[in-house]
């Protein structure tokens, strides 16, 4: 039994071998191993960086080749078991992203790959934003404060300042919105300049916020609603008469003019008639009917015979009215 463990185990690292070995004797390259060796995974612009390269065992000369989303970027030949190395300048955004290495012996089918190291390009921040729905506020009031960088790489880290105290905890934002703080107006210490200030990965690199000054809100008096109340019904007012004038007042006055113009019956007359000597006592007028444009009104004269005088008859007249 402990014969056939030896030989089991003796075969087992036999057939080991062989897979190792190519078809010319050469010891088969493993998976190679990526590596950064100088630099950082978040870069900035026209930073550099070393990246490394080994498959171990292997037989060399071994070809290792650097690839960016499965697109050559370098290829290097070691003709020893030293790792190939690569350096990359990063010019634009297009320089990150994912990258592998690829070993195999030249001029032979396959190959293996390793594994994967991601460039993220790194973006400072812009100028930070402080900003609050209301910049008057009262004893005793709750207010808010935010502030936004609208550019830079995340997650930015804000804090805010009264003065140069702080007044809050540093919040940072793994999404791109604001940082908001809520505070209670106490006391008019409260009130005054307020500053936020936004940092991110970007190596040393910080932005301030303009100011934002809290004011205190008048206290408004209670009669002003009362006073605007009241000047509202008063122009109201203004604006009905203005328009009963053309439609009312005026009609009403033409009226009252054309009731007045015309004569009253009984209406008595002392004016001494031409043709006679009698006096004339009264005159009678008819009523107007609207659709005449004449009115018959008759002059009584009181009549008394003298020597030598014909007496006078009752006189009838038609008028024309017109307006």
Do not use: W
């Not at 934003?129 to 506020?137: D, F, G, M, N, R």
């Not at 007044?167 to 107006?185: D, E, G, N, W």
């Amino acid at each position: 039994m402990f014969f056939l463990t030896i030989l089991l185990f003796s075969y087992s690292q036999m057939s080991q071998q062989i897979q190792k070995t190519t078809a010319n004797g050469k010891e088969m390259v493993s998976n190679p191993k990526l590596e950064l060796v100088q630099g950082t995974l978040n870069v900035v612009m026209k930073q550099n960086v070393t990246l490394s390269c080994l498959s171990e065992p292997g037989s060399p000369p071994v070809r290792y080749t650097l690839f960016k989303h499965n697109q050559q970027v370098s290829a290097f030949n070691s003709s020893d078991l030293s790792p190939a190395l690569f350096t990359l300048t990063i010019s634009s955004a297009s320089d990150v992203g994912q990258y592998k290495c690829k070993a195999e012996y030249n001029n032979s089918s396959g190959g293996k790959y390793s594994n994967s190291l991601t460039f993220t390009l790194l973006e400072p921040i812009s100028k930070p934003v402080l900003s609050s729905p209301t910049s008057q506020a009262k004893q005793g009031q709750n207010v808010t404060l935010s502030c936004f960088s609208e550019n830079g790489s995340l997650p930015i880290t804000y804090l805010f300042f009264k003065g140069t105290q702080n007044i809050s905890p540093q919040k940072t934002m793994q999404k791109r919105k604001a940082a908001v703080i809520f505070l209670f107006i106490n006391s008019l210490s409260d009130f005054g300049t307020y500053k936020c200030k936004a940092n991110n990965s970007f190596p040393n690199i910080t932005k301030y916020s303009n100011a934002f000054n809290f004011t205190l809100a008048e206290e408004r008096s209670h009669s002003q609603p009362l006073i605007i109340s009241l000047g509202l019904i008063l122009l109201l007012l203004i604006i009905g008469f203005a328009l009963a004038i053309p439609f009312f007042l005026i009609p009403l006055y033409k009226a009252k003019k054309f009731k007045s113009s015309r004569p009253s019956t009984g209406l008595i007359s002392r004016v001494n008639a031409e043709e006679c000597e009698n006096e004339v006592i009264y005159s009678e007028i008819e009523p107007v009917r609207p659709e005449e444009e004449y009115i018959n009104f008759t002059v009584i004269r009181r009549e008394e015979e003298k020597a030598g005088k014909s007496p006078c008859a009752t006189v009838y007249s038609k008028v024309l009215i017109r307006d």
